[in-house]
């Protein structure tokens, strides 16, 4: 049986890092997605390819327990982490496992802060559990998702895996036993522009690292987690009601808060001043940090805005808001 399965990338609009201490994150979707193709085999062998994850051509392939790497292009090797980690825990979840050979194919770089690996996770259960002979509904895929996540990176929230699962935007909050998930109905598409300059640190690292500060200065850093919780619910009504300039004005104060925990860059700091002082409403990091990507939030096309983050040398994307979730895209 062949199974093409596909789930969004996304961006967080406010309130990444405090979400894994309890406090409130918006995120959207985005219309770039990553799609994992499965094909069961008469064996129990899982074989694994990782294709055009960065750079088109590049074919990076796991066999068995042998790794072939024909580039070493740095983020995919962790992203081969998460599908076969989605294996297993499919596999141990549908407490059936097959062979399967699974495809992965993204239309974003992996590892800038866009949700890849989530994306990645999450196509690959969707598409195995069908090729296995089974359909998992959207709360269960989340739910294996953040296991697998959990797994591979130590700590993190379910946002990633809950938005890329469900789609749409998002409020997400969660607690030692609870999710809070609320759909928000987001009226006007927001003019947002993405860029992304080169990651430094990888987000299991990033988090690792606020958790050792906050361990370290409790005092100040559950103040600042509390702030980054506040702008989130302010942000919330105006995302609501659409209005722009509190929005910007919003992202700047989050991004100065992100920039407090210790997790922006010279380069992401440069990036998002750029992008205010050509006409953005406001600019933020979005993601982990660590270098990765900026949101910038625009007037109207914000073209030079555009040009302007061009020219700093970070690549620019621009995409569609409030994609659809998970989805089987055909099966054979
Ligand atoms: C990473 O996309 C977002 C973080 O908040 C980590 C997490 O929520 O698991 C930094």
Redesign the pocket.
Known sequence: MKVLASAPGKV?LFG??A??YGYP?LVVAIERRVYAFAESREDNVIKISAKDLRVPGIVISYIGSEVVLETDYGMVLPAIAYINKAIELTSKYLGSRKGVNIEIKSEMPVGA?L?TSAAVAISTIAAYAVANGHSLDKEEIARIGWEV?KEV?G???P??TSITSLGGYLRIKYGKSTVERARLNVGTELPLIIGYVEREAK?KD??AMVRERLERYPDIYSDIMKLIGQVVSRAEGSLLSGDLSELGFLMNLNHSLLDALGVSTRRLNELVNVARDSGAYGAKLT??GGGGCVIALVPEKGEVVETAMRLHGSMVMRTKLGAEGVRIERTE
């Open positions: 967080t990444e890092h979400v894994v994150a802060g949700g996540e990176q700590i993190a929230s946002m990633d987000t990033m988090v993601g982990a």
